[in-house]
Structures are given as C-alpha cells and as structure tokens.
C-alpha cells in the first residue's frame, strides 16, 4: 500500500521559515494532484496549498502571498516552502494526494509550531 513520506516539521519564530517535503514510498501512477492540510485540535482540516498534475495551484486567503507549493513529478514529491510564518499557522500539516479523480492517501502529519 502506498503511504506518504512527510516532514520538514518543527518549532519556529513568528517570522521564520519551514519547508515541508511529502514523498511517495514507491512509484504511483495517476496522480491528480499534491496538497497540503492542516488542522487544530477542535477545528475541521483545511485545504492549506495544492498543486494539480497540470500545474494549476490553489492557496487558502490566509497563506497567499506567504508559502509556494511545488511538485516534482519524477519523484512524486510535493514541497511546501512556508516563509513569513506567524503563530496561527500553527498546527499538524498533513500531505495529499488524489488518484484517478477519487482515491485519496493522507500522510500522518507532521507538527507545525510557531512561537511569537
């Protein structure tokens, strides 16, 4: 069974930067698309980046302007370069990926703390 790779994780000051990494743990074919999450204890998870096998990449308001997603296809590895970073973004990031329009593999997450 597939299973997804995270990290890049850890404690950081308002300000700094992180850079996440999500790998597959063996080829996979059909991937639509490479995304990142998060959540809070007590809140829903949320759609923090994404990024589509064809190169169309969506962002939550909240992170725009701050973190970039990219994918390398060859290795079916999806990055998040998280700059700027401030003590909301605090939370577990989990990684996606979407299979032929409607499997979906989640990482188990990885713990994204900012200090103020």
């Known amino acids: 069974q597939v299973q997804l790779v995270e990290s890049g994780g850890g404690l950081v000051q308002a300000g700094g930067s992180l850079r996440l990494s999500c790998a597959t743990s063996?080829?996979?074919?059909?991937?639509?698309?490479m995304g990142w999450y998060r959540q809070v204890p007590g809140k829903q998870r949320e759609l923090v980046a994404r990024?589509?096998?064809?190169?169309?990449?969506t962002y939550a308001d909240s992170v725009k302007g701050r973190f970039t997603i990219s994918r390398d296809g060859a290795k079916n590895t999806a990055y998040l370069q998280m700059d700027n970073l401030k003590a909301e973004d605090t939370a577990v990031y989990y990684c996606?990926?979407?299979?032929?329009?409607?499997?979906?593999?989640w990482g188990r997450g990885t713990q994204v703390t900012v200090s103020s």
């Open positions: 996606n990926v979407v299979r032929n329009y409607i499997s979906q593999i």
């Open positions: 063996e080829s996979v074919f059909g991937i639509n698309a």
């Open positions: 990024i589509t096998s064809g190169g169309t990449l």
